[in-house]
């Protein structure tokens, strides 16, 4: 069986398209291959699903470490196969998803596959999220961005886990590093971190809007409190019922972060 070739879409960053696609995971989950030329060895980002053609392809790759974006199933769940197939270590924020390794810190420099790696803490997706800066790839490097950035639509706050608070201070944080090549977790990539970062910033802002206005006429119609369904019924009207409960759980987080801005 010839090796299953993986998508290179820079000088160090390549990836396999793990089976798994859906209305939240897109084409299915990004598991990214990380290399410098001529390195004989790699590090893979996100194992993704525990499917064996998925993982044999990824521990094909000569696995140095293995690292994780955050604890969603569709990231983490391939974690024991492939640490089996490789006995590549294992890290990530939370030290339930660690292997033989210890937990990953914010700022944190890596250095493995010929290559170097930042960490960077980018907390509002979860609580537990991270980014990694490759500084050396390409002229503005590039970063790879879990579900905190996506490459297409726009993403879930899994409250309570997941806050707005801790996602518009990650959105700054990214937006101070450099204009990285944007490396996701699901879909295309992106060619300005910048740009797509103030796009996602907009896109709150306009969603804590359309929230204000919706809370206001619901109060206007009812003496009962707003619920968080009857808010989604008018900001989120025509979602897909597939995703009808990701909506739901990103009202939520708003929601609080309202709550909490009024109080302050």
Request: glycine share 10%; charged share 20%; net charge negative.
């Amino acid at each position: 069986m010839s090796k299953q070739q993986a998508t290179v879409v820079s000088e160090q960053a390549a990836f396999h398209l793990a089976p798994n696609p859906g209305p939240m995971s897109l084409e299915g989950t990004n598991s990214w291959i990380l290399r410098a030329p001529g390195s004989e060895h790699a590090i893979v980002v996100d194992p993704g699903p525990d499917d064996a053609g998925h993982l044999g392809a990824l521990a094909a790759e000569s696995v140095e470490l293995i690292l994780i974006t955050h604890r969603h199933h569709d990231h983490t769940e391939g974690i024991d196969t492939l640490h089996r197939l490789t006995g590549a270590p294992v890290r990530a924020a939370l030290p339930e998803h660690c292997r033989e390794a210890g937990v990953l810190v914010d700022g944190e420099e890596i250095h493995a596959a010929g290559l170097r790696l930042r960490v960077l803490a980018t907390p509002g997706h979860t609580s537990d999220s991270l980014g990694f800066l490759l500084p050396d790839d390409g002229a503005n490097g590039s970063m790879l961005t879990g579900d905190t950035i996506l490459g297409r639509g726009t993403t879930i706050l899994d409250a309570p886990d997941g806050t707005l608070g801790d996602y518009l201070s990650s959105l700054d944080k990214l937006e101070a590093g450099p204009d990285a090549l944007v490396l996701p977790a699901h879909g295309p990539v992106l060619g300005s971190l910048h740009g797509i970062v103030r796009e996602y910033r907009a896109h709150r802002l306009e969603r804590l809007a359309q929230i204000r206005a919706a809370l206001a006429q619901i109060r206007a119609d009812s003496a009962v409190a707003p619920t968080i369904a009857q808010v989604t019924d008018v900001v989120y009207a025509d979602v897909d019922p597939r995703v009808r409960r990701a909506a739901e759980i990103s009202v939520a987080a708003q929601l609080r972060y309202l709550e909490e801005s009024e109080a302050s």
